[in-house]
């Protein structure tokens, strides 16, 4: 609770104290309409006009205290809520992507997922919390007041009742914390469960025992700690009702043999206790939320400074401007090294010397495992190269300027995203260019586009993998790189792509890296490519010469298929 208070001071001490100013006069008008109430009792109201006109004072001055310092606080907690999650997102897209990977979806989800939301939830009832605090205060201060003897065995009791709060609290922070470990596993899983439904499916002892073993077994355990943890949340949150009932049992029964008490004095002791007994009861139940918020916030936070840790790629400073064209992109000697999944010795990928140049179609082609995905994710500044250089137009790539030097690239990998919107595309016609394309595409009957927005992405992989290649070619960069992108294709679309496709775009003076199985359309490109090994050679052999575009109606011309648009149009 003090790391989530201090986080709160930390982003506007000056307003915090506003709003505790603000509760504390909420605190002590409620004290003060208690004091009238006790004095009401003793049949004295009627005889004080200017205790009538206090009560009507305070019954519009409690409200509006309240309300001022709840406004306050939510709305410092909100924008603080907004700022942590903004530098969190901001964080995870400045990272560099290989930290990313080490870091692992299963963990950036679980903090996004979970760990947010249950700050967003504690901040909402922070201000709460605040009020009631101040309520508590200032009714132990009246306690006080009426007698000191009272003050003392009140404090004594919660005292009590603090310390034996901090033992079943401490272990109920072990078991929540122990749950959210078991959570990132069980996210783990859960993306198993959805990345693998195919061969789950295909295997139903492999799926009974993915789901019999595997996710009940990390579902068990997240259940069984989160249900210890909130169990003994609330028999501490119960405990402070029987301290509550056993103080007043002692005023009114023990107090009176030790102490002569009036009668008046012990039911205003009494109308007090009770009155104090919600706000505690308040401040006890939210207690627990602000344990569960600060392993949450703990969470947020150990993200936030790994990431930091990793380092951040450095934002562009504009030495390398991306231009339409280029001259050559020479790769010199560059190498990454990495784990391959299933194997416990690092792969190395290179050394590698390569050059690039406009017009022309290179395919990277080698089996499964040799690195042509790293290679593509190095070659388009995505990965930073572990030796080696690379240099656009006779500029070296360095950190201060990869990012300008992504800005070359339009790429589909395998594992692409597709956002259902054309995000960072500013042109007057983006709309009409687009449609062109969903018409060239075969997608216009499945996929319309309005103010730059698809009206869907729920289609087939192949039309998706389209969907994405239209994006591409709105970009208009002067490299594209292809990762086995006619993979998903039907016959027909593979031959549009490599016949028509990468030529229309070659014709456009662009460099195109094709990574394919495909081989009866290696005779498409101009250089060939084969990873083996983490080396990388050039094939030499002669291959058929594409066929021509075929006239039928059913296949566009493959000259026409891609209209060619320029920034211009």
């Known amino acids: 609770m003090i790391r989530l208070i201090s986080f709160l001071v930390r982003r506007s001490p000056v307003t915090v104290v506003v709003a505790l100013v603000l509760g504390v006069l909420n605190g002590v008008s409620n004290v ?12 004295e109201i009627y005889s004080h006009s200017k205790i009538i006109w206090g009560f009507v004072g305070l019954c519009v001055f409690v409200p509006l205290t309240r309300f001022a310092s709840e406004v306050i606080l939510t ?13 969190l997102s901001e964080q995870i897209a400045a990272a560099p992507l290989r930290h990313l990977e080490e870091i692992g979806p299963h963990r950036l989800l679980a903090v996004l997922t979970q760990d947010v939301p249950v700050l967003t939830g504690t901040l909402v009832i922070f201000p709460l919390l605040c009020i009631n605090i101040s309520v508590a205060i200032a009714g132990l201060v009246y306690l006080g007041w009426l007698s000191w003897v009272v003050l003392l065995a009140t404090l004594g009791f919660i005292l009590t009742g603090i310390m034996l709060y901090q033992l079943p609290a401490a272990r109920a922070a ?20 959805t990345s693998g439904a195919k061969e789950l499916k295909l295997h139903r002892r492999r799926r009974n025992a993915f789901v019999s073993d595997i996710l009940q077994t990390a579902a068990s355990s997240f259940r069984r700690h989160n249900t210890r943890g909130l169990s003994l949340y609330s ?22 043999a030790v102490k002569e008490v009036s009668a008046y004095t012990l039911t205003g002791y009494t109308i007090t206790l009770l009155y104090l007994m919600p706000p505690l009861q308040v401040i006890m139940s939210m207690i627990s939320n602000m344990g569960i918020a600060n392993i949450a916030f703990e969470k947020v936070e150990g993200l936030g400074m790994e990431l930091s840790a990793l380092g951040a790629e450095p934002e562009p400073h504009g030495q390398l401007r991306p ?11 560059i190498t990454h090294t990495y784990s391959r999944e299933g194997e416990n010795n690092v792969f190395t990928l290179g050394p590698i010397t390569l ?19 790293t290679f593509a994710k190095l070659l388009t500044g995505l990965y930073a190269p572990a030796e080696g250089e690379v240099r656009l137009d006779g500029q070296a790539i360095t950190d201060g300027n990869r990012d300008s030097y992504r800005q070359h690239f339009s790429a589909v990998f395998s594992d692409f995203h597709l956002f259902d919107r054309l995000l960072g595309l500013a ?33 087939s992989q192949g039309q998706r993998k389209r969907l994405a290649l239209l994006t591409a070619c709105l970009e208009d ?26 030529p229309e775009i070659k014709a456009k003076g662009k460099a195109v890296l094709v990574i394919s199985h495909d081989e009866r359309y290696y005779g498409t490109a101009d250089r060939i490519f084969k990873l083996e090994h983490g080396r990388i050679d050039s094939i030499d052999a002669v291959f058929d010469v594409p066929p021509q575009a075929s006239e039928d109606p059913v296949f566009p011309a493959t000259a026409a298929y891609l209209k060619p648009h320029s920034h211009h149009e």
């Open 75 to 87: 709305r410092l907690a909100q924008n603080s809520l907004f700022d942590l999650e903004m530098r």
């Open 477 to 502: 960069r002067p490299i594209y790189v292809f990762d086995e992108w006619a993979a998903d294709q039907d016959p027909l679309f593979k031959e549009v792509f490599y016949y028509g496709i990468l």
């Open 427 to 459: 042109h007057p016609e983006l709309d009409e260019r687009a449609r062109n394309y969903l018409i060239q595409l075969q997608l216009n009957q499945k996929v319309e586009v309005k103010d730059g927005v698809l009206s869907t992405t729920k289609l």
């Open 323 to 333: 231009a339409p064209t280029f001259t050559r992109l020479d790769l010199i000697g």
């Open 32 to 43: 003060a309409l208690l004091a009238l109430f006790n004095i009401a009792l003793r049949g």
């Open 235 to 256: 028999a501490t949150a119960s405990w402070g009702y029987v301290l509550g009932f056993a103080l007043i049992g002692m005023l009114l029964f023990v107090l009176p």
């Open 355 to 373: 050059s690039l140049f406009p017009k022309e179609i290179v395919f990277l082609v080698g089996g499964n495992g040799s690195g042509k995905t």
């Open 174 to 193: 072990h078991f929540m914390g122990r749950a959210r470990g078991a959570s990132e596993l069980l996210y783990e899983h859960f993306n198993s469960l």
